[in-house]
């Protein structure tokens, strides 16, 4: 099995088109099982996507539901024209790789985005899962926050794939330990699952007593960790979004894939840092290999 994560940035990121295009290239070459997104955004004045094209792309309605059920949503997001992870799996689609897909918006960003997280699944996705992980759910509200997750069968069984983006540790208002305890207690009734957490968790890897601790502690595995092969692991090469005010930042290793059982691990490295593939992100993603 090969899973992937990525701060895909979309939408607001320079050059998207072309960036767009050099994502799909590559994973149509390297075909990950599961690809988890964050900042999957969609242009709030845009179109809603035509029903063709959600059905030619793999697309699954999500909604706030148990795993373990396939009934449909109840209410949908709207999927719009110029939703990233819809023009994503259309590409991957048209190249002979196909994937399902689903997503979920969690709040406005940059003023101008539906902003949320997407998970891709080369099997069939047989259940969806969100729920908010922040106690703040004013969508209009840069800090709130959710998780998406699919219920699939591998080769494995059945394991369930979380896409995650946390915030920050000393937040005042939104600090990273709630949103834990939060994803914590959201997951309790799957705790005899095979589990994966993967996203950018806004916590330092270099840093102890944070958010990394914070996750050990509670009896998770840091993929990278398990990893009989890994390189620096690093994800951020310099001062982004969200930590600019914290000067010049040379490396640090903020994304994380992580399982819920101890699982061999083949490797474990960075992904469009621009050595391995072209840069798409202000983040470099991971793909690990178990």
């Not at 994973?27 to 004045?45: F, H, Y």
């Not at 998770?220 to 982004?240: C, H, K």
Request: some cysteine; charged content about 20%.
């Amino acid at each position: 099995m090969k899973i992937m994560t990525l701060n895909t940035h979309s939408l607001a990121e320079p050059e998207y088109e072309s960036k767009l295009a050099a994502f799909a290239g590559s994973l149509v070459q390297l075909k990950p099982d599961i690809i988890a997104l964050q900042e999957v955004n969609q242009s709030r004045c845009a179109p809603p996507a035509a029903s063709g094209r959600l059905r030619e792309s793999g697309y699954v309605p999500c909604c706030a539901k148990d795993l373990s059920t396939a009934t449909p949503c109840a209410s949908r997001a709207v999927i719009r024209a110029d939703n990233h992870a819809l023009n994503l799996a259309l590409l991957l689609a048209r190249s002979g790789v196909s994937y399902q897909w689903t997503w979920t918006p969690a709040k406005i960003g940059y003023g101008i985005y539906d902003e949320g997280l997407a998970v891709l699944s080369r099997s069939p996705i047989l259940g969806t899962s969100q729920f908010y992980i922040t106690g703040i759910r004013d969508y209009e509200n840069w800090k709130t926050r959710k998780i998406l997750g699919i219920n699939t069968r591998t080769e494995y069984g059945n394991e369930y794939f979380y896409s995650v983006h946390m915030g920050w540790w000393d937040d005042s208002e939104e600090p990273f330990e709630g949103q834990w305890n939060r994803i914590s207690s959201g997951l309790s009734p799957l705790a005899e699952e095979r589990l994966w957490l993967m996203g950018d968790f806004n916590s330092p890897a270099h840093i102890t007593g944070q958010g990394r601790d914070l996750i050990l502690a509670s009896g998770w595995f840091d993929a990278y960790d398990l990893a009989a092969s890994r390189d620096s692991g690093v994800t951020v090469a310099n001062a982004i979004d969200g930590w600019r005010e914290q000067g010049e930042i040379p490396g640090m290793r903020i994304d994380y894939i992580w399982t819920s059982r101890r699982v061999p691990v083949i490797s474990s490295r960075t992904i469009y840092d621009g050595t391995s593939f072209p840069v798409v992100s202000d983040h470099f993603g991971i793909i690990t290999e178990y």
